[in-house]
């Protein structure tokens, strides 16, 4: 996006990308842009859902089967709705989502059923939407930073972990894992944000040009992520770890355990699911 920004512009905007970390965590780089220091950020919803209830509603388990429904969701009116509150609660404003395939389980025996999460520890992202919905399957949801989670599997210290293929690929869990569940439950998106108090002082013009490119670069990286991850599957399926589709026919109890206590806090909830289950 900022070479685009760059090139459209005969080099009047560009873009210093700064590296993951190298700002700090999520929640510092969320403070930089209330404070204006930082004008962008990509921010996981797992982040900006701990803070906000109505976006943590992306967050939700069994939204859509697939990842190539994923990619539909997060365009929906719908879902870029839950966006609205950005401004007032973070001081920062969201033009649209990047995406990651839909998570899956590795464990360190096998598995074969969601049933086998029950008594679990396992290591998930922090989010209160992803803990809620593994203690709801019998698991205890154990928060370890990204880096340590190969060694964590390896040494034992715990039973399993979540996240998406990609992160896993590159992580190689595969290597210290006998089984990978896919429960086609959850899914991490990203959010594009732009600092409100920077926003404001650029011209109209350049707000239309900065969004319009940063929009475009989304749907090529929502793209990209669908159209790879039959190959990641693929990649995994040759290391000779069992990959598992679990059944989803016991899914409806947990679904609505889940959204008696999620509904209260995000009451969009029950609207993205009705937009969910139309694509």
């Known amino acids: 996006m900022g070479k685009r920004l760059s090139e459209e512009t005969q080099g009047r905007l560009s873009v210093q990308v700064f590296p993951s970390n190298q700002l700090g965590n999520e929640a510092a780089m969320l403070q930089q842009m209330q404070s204006g220091a930082l004008d962008m950020g990509w921010i996981m919803t797992a982040e900006l859902g701990s803070r906000i209830p109505q976006v943590a509603a992306i967050n939700a388990p069994w939204l859509v089967p697939s990842t190539e429904k994923v990619a539909a969701l997060v365009r929906d009116p719908v879902a870029l ?10 001081g920062t404003i969201g033009l649209g989502y990047g995406i990651t395939t839909l998570r899956v389980v590795f464990t360190g025996k096998e598995t074969s059923s969601i049933a086998d999460i029950n008594g679990m520890k396992l290591r998930i992202n922090t989010t209160p939407a992803y803990r809620d919905f593994y203690q709801l399957l019998g698991a205890a949801p154990t928060p370890i930073p990204t880096p340590q989670v190969f060694d964590a599997m390896s040494n034992g210290q715990v039973d399993g972990l979540e996240a998406d293929l990609d992160l896993s690929w590159n992580q190689r869990y595969d290597k210290v894992s006998k089984t990978m569940l896919r429960l086609n439950a959850l899914f991490m998106p990203c959010v594009a944000l732009v600092s ?40 995994f399926k040759d290391s000779g770890i069992k990959v598992v589709d679990v059944d989803m026919d016991n899914t409806a109890e947990i679904i609505k355990a889940y959204d008696e206590i999620w509904l209260p806090k995000a009451p969009i909830l029950a609207e993205l699911r009705e937009a969910a289950a139309k694509l």
């Open 196 to 235: 409100a108090r920077g926003w404001k002082n650029v011209a109209e013009a350049d707000r239309e040009l900065i969004s319009r490119l940063i929009r475009e670069e989304l749907d090529k990286q929502i793209d990209t992520t669908v159209a790879n991850e039959a190959t990641l599957l693929q990649n």
């Open 81 to 90: 709705k839950l966006l609205d509150v950005l401004p007032a609660e973070t």
